[in-house]
């Protein structure tokens, strides 16, 4: 397996929510930068053509990332009945989920309980997304999320932003320069975070926690990313004649490469 088991400071318990946060609206920064609302939008309808869905179980939400932003884009340009998002998390952040729940748009709500994604026999139904979330998962756990939506017959949905296609002895060679050009990114995103705090502003301008993080968590993630040969070994002994699998590279309306996407639907 190509894919690397690196750390990343987001995983761990410890570290602070405060700083989680600033990361956080980063990641939502980068991906309006590079369109993914238009990539993921564009899944899901084509998803939609094939199966029947009207509820989206986001698997993995933390501070929400950007799913809300791609439910509203395909309700606005579907004559389709709504559809319904449901954000959800290992350790959903009570604050978060009463701030999402108590703004009562009809569309979206925050799972209130912990929802294990390993286990989805009692997620509520609906398609299933992880979004630029699985290569947080180890391969054993990787491949229960897999296992779990065949034996549950559930539709889902996982994509990556990064693709892990350079040799891992290129990437530490590169590594020096790379973390400085995602620090210097991070100072030049952080004006643009929709969630801007003064915390957030303290710990990226005075004291660069954020810009550390940041840096180092976005390398770590490019070389734990699963490759399309890593996926296929997850899958190669749960497959069934009742459920689809779909390994592809994600595309923009303009026919321009985004990440990889894996799509699995019962078909029976």
Do not use: C
Request: net charge neutral; charged share 20%.
């Amino acid at each position: 397996m190509k894919r690397k088991e690196l750390f990343e400071f987001e995983d761990f318990n410890w570290f602070p929510e405060s700083i989680r946060a600033g990361m956080t609206n980063l990641i939502l920064v980068l991906h309006k930068m590079m369109g993914t609302t238009e990539v993921l939008s564009n899944l899901i309808v084509k998803l939609r053509n094939k199966l029947e869905f009207n509820t989206i179980v986001d698997l993995g939400s933390g501070s929400g990332g950007p799913m809300p932003s791609v439910v509203n884009t395909i309700n606005e340009n579907s004559a389709e009945s709504p559809l319904k998002l449901i954000l959800s998390d290992l350790h959903p952040n009570t604050n978060l989920v009463e701030k999402i729940n108590n703004n009562k748009i009809d569309t979206i709500r925050y799972h209130t309980f912990p929802l294990n994604a390993v286990d989805l026999k009692d997620a509520p139904k609906g398609l299933k997304t992880m979004i630029a979330s699985f290569h947080h998962m180890s391969p054993a756990n990787a491949k229960q999320i897999l296992k779990s939506a065949v034996e549950n017959k559930q539709p889902i949905l996982i994509y990556e932003i990064a693709k892990n296609n350079i040799p891992f002895i290129v990437w530490l060679l590169l590594l020096p320069i790379s973390l400085v050009v995602l620090m210097l990114m991070s100072l030049l995103m952080t004006p643009f975070s929709k969630n801007l705090t003064l915390t957030q502003v303290f710990f990226t301008y005075i004291i660069p926690i954020i810009p550390i993080a940041y840096a180092w968590d976005g390398q770590a993630s490019l070389m734990r990313t699963y490759t399309f040969d890593d996926v296929k070994s997850l899958i190669s002994d749960i497959k069934t004649n009742d459920y689809q699998w779909e390994i592809s590279n994600a595309l923009k309306d303009n026919g321009k490469k985004l990440g990889y996407y894996i799509s699995g639907y019962p078909t029976h």
